[in-house]
């Protein structure tokens, strides 16, 4: 029992693969088929494919990486291959985007709350008790929030995909074509940019140094990029199904709307969206913790510091100021777009630019 | 200027007392439980900056809240 409670630094592969997918789950996929609609109109329901390989080799860079650098997260590495102050730079831009994340997460995630479940609550208040005990499993390390994740994980998928089969009957398979109208090009594109609002890859940045056997840290994140892409292809596919191209565009999360939609004769639970909605708490959760326990852990080893729960709390106002700053769901989803920019960036691009600049200036271990 | 005139009228809109409280309640958590804890596990350095974070936060959200509600 005490080997147990003092073990809380290290996860094997399989919880780090429950992590990334759980942390991706979060509201932005709501809201996927929507945005990914209005960059390729019906071939939206074909972006997992390009996206898939996309992230895949993400998460190979990243793989790599943390082999030339053993034991180090990008907070080290990076400053070692771009130089101390670029380093520092490129870290602080990472610090700030998974704090601005979670502040969209929650903001989104208490909009929803306000127009489903909680009617009268301020959203301020939702906001603070959200992230009030988002941030408590954070304080006590990797190994609670994995067991966390892995629970969320076994409780909410099954049910939200079981919600999702009653709306099947109501998918006209026809809205999912034209295929490859504009071209494959778009699609590539469409897909690249995709990987931008995976934030479950981001977990490599800081996780791969905490895994048991590092050795299976690919397999097992390339298991995680296949459930992940399965649920996104399945949520794509059946909202564009049901609502076609044009009415996708205009909703703001079909992903949500769609659940809204079941009428079943037989069926005598009615507001079905509750409960959907009350799996996102439960998903949402484990993902603001994590971004809590990433930034504060990276703002730790960025300022020498041994322990990074000092940081937790103090991060809260920042993170609450920055999800009450935007004044409606228009500017929410402005900021979200925004984010989803600065995604590609630390995900698509920096891990290959990291990867050749290591390699061209010979640094890290064997190649 | 004009993104300073945006912060001020959000502080003016959302900058009220209970985030004032919600700021200090972090700033005293900070100040007694976790540098204590921190010195009691013989992290000196980590128990300063427990505290200094937790001194700037509180004077850092009176002195913001004397600007919001007096000044701007």
Redesign the interface.
């Known amino acids: 029992m005490r080997a147990l409670l003092r073990d809380n630094d290290r996860i094997t592969p399989f919880e780090l693969a429950v992590l990334m997918v759980i942390v991706t789950l979060e509201m932005g996929v709501t809201t996927f088929p929507r945005t990914m609609t209005e960059k390729v109109g019906t071939e939206s329901w074909l972006i997992p494919l390009p996206g898939f390989l996309f992230s895949l080799l993400a998460v190979y860079f990243l793989v790599r990486l943390s082999k030339l650098f053993p034991g180090k997260t990008f907070v080290e590495y990076s400053q070692e291959i771009l130089g101390s102050i670029i380093g520092k730079l490129f870290v602080i831009i990472v610090i700030a985007f998974w704090v601005s994340t979670s502040a969209r997460i929650l903001r989104q995630f208490a909009d929803v709350m306000k127009v489903n479940l909680l009617f009268r609550t301020p959203i301020?208040v939702i906001i603070?008790s959200m992230l009030l005990f988002a941030a408590y499993p954070a304080r006590y390390g990797i190994e609670p929030m994995a067991r966390l994740a892995i629970i969320v994980a076994f409780v909410t998928i099954p049910v939200g995909l079981f919600l999702f089969a009653f709306v099947i009957p109501q998918a006209k398979f026809d809205n999912l074509l034209p295929v490859f109208a504009q071209g494959p090009l778009l699609l590539l594109k469409a897909g690249f940019l995709s990987v931008g609002s995976l934030e479950g890859i981001e977990l490599l940045l800081v996780l791969l140094p905490f895994i048991t056997q590092p050795r299976k840290s690919l397999k097992a994140s390339t298991w995680a990029l296949a459930v992940l892409w399965s649920i996104i292809f399945i949520v794509n596919g059946v909202v564009l199904a049901v609502f076609g191209e044009k009415e996708v565009m205009y909703l703001l999360r079909p992903g949500l709307t769609i659940i809204q939609t079941i009428e079943l004769p037989t069926l005598f639970v009615e507001r079905l969206s509750s409960v959907y909605v009350a799996t996102w708490v439960a998903l949402i959760f484990p993902s603001i913790s994590m971004f809590l326990f990433l930034a504060s852990t990276s703002l730790a080893k960025l300022?020498g510091?041994?322990?990074q729960?000092?940081?937790i709390?103090?991060l809260?106002?920042v993170i609450?100021?920055l999800a009450?700053?935007p004044s409606n769901v228009l500017e929410v989803e402005n900021i979200a777009n925004f984010l989803e920019q600065i995604g590609v960036f630390i995900i698509g691009i920096m891990p290959l630019f990291l990867f050749l600049i290591a390699k061209i200036r010979k640094k890290g271990g064997s190649y | 200027m004009v993104i300073l005139s945006d912060i001020f009228s959000?502080m003016k809109y959302?900058y009220n007392i209970?985030?004032v409280f919600?700021?200090i309640g972090?700033g005293l958590?900070?100040i007694f439980l976790?540098?204590n804890q921190?010195k009691s596990?013989g992290?000196t350095?980590?128990s300063l900056?427990?505290k200094w974070?937790g001194i700037s936060?509180i004077v850092i959200s009176i002195f913001l809240y004397i600007l919001v509600e007096f000044i701007i």
Do not use: N
């Open positions: 301020e603070f300022f510091l041994k322990e729960k000092i940081l709390y103090p809260t106002p609450f100021a009450i700053l | 959000w959302s209970g985030f919600f700021i972090v958590g900070s976790d540098a921190m596990k992290l350095r980590e900056v427990s974070i936060y």
